[in-house]
């Protein structure tokens, strides 16, 4: 049996950290020492901002991005293109969009792929939300960014047809996206570049 080394407090602290993403149990102890140690340059801020963003993090209701105001500062920019809605499958892709610079856009987030196999079906995404601000006549074009795997492509075809009739062009990103690669992991340039030769679907 190993002694323990520290009280619950700091043992629950590097609980949750190891559930980061990128942080296994030993970098959850490095980072937690870390915190513990520069108290007050790491540890107090971080508590506070923390905190902060527990209070007021919410999910935007027009589009499903995750921000602290609900509509979210993407959908009240007014210096953003209202006609063109970029489709993403998860927030994570359209923080990527938005650091690659390629759209100045309004975006929807559909909360995951199709997945018969994985019991996910339409009504588990935000399809019908999409198809609704589609129908907002200022809407003209309909980007479906998308991953390029197989749920993410039947996911696109689905979503298209569910726009089918309304006066939208809907385009899918430029191949050049690798196969079952995740947006997340593009870099910014490829990204862009995707996103400027998309082609009608
Ligand atoms: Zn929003």
Not at 13 to 35: E, I
Not at 138 to 152: P, Q
């Amino acid at each position: 049996m190993s002694r323990r080394v520290t009280g619950p407090e700091i043992e629950r602290l590097v609980q949750l950290l190891a559930r980061l993403p990128g942080l296994g149990p030993r970098s959850a102890r490095r980072a937690a020492l870390q915190l513990v140690k520069r108290k007050d340059q790491l540890l107090v801020p971080l508590a506070e901002a923390l905190g902060r963003v527990g209070e007021s993090v919410r999910v935007c209701s027009t589009c499903g991005n995750i921000d602290t105001s609900d509509p979210c500062a993407v959908c009240t920019d007014p210096r953003r293109d209202a006609s063109t809605i970029v489709v993403v499958e998860d927030v994570s892709d359209l923080w990527a969009l938005e650091r690659s610079g390629a759209v100045d856009a309004r975006y929807h987030v559909l909360g995951g792929v199709l997945s018969p196999l994985n019991g996910v079906g339409p009504d588990d995404l935000d399809i019908a939300g999409l198809v609704e601000r589609a129908h907002d006549p200022a809407v003209r074009e309909v980007i479906l960014a998308v991953n390029a795997t197989v749920d993410g492509q039947t996911t696109a075809h689905y979503v298209t047809d569910r726009l089918q009739g309304l006066d939208v062009t809907v385009s899918r990103l430029a191949h050049g996206v690798p196969v079952g690669g995740e947006l997340d992991y593009l870099d910014e340039g490829t990204l862009a570049a995707a996103i400027r030769a998309r082609t009608p679907f």
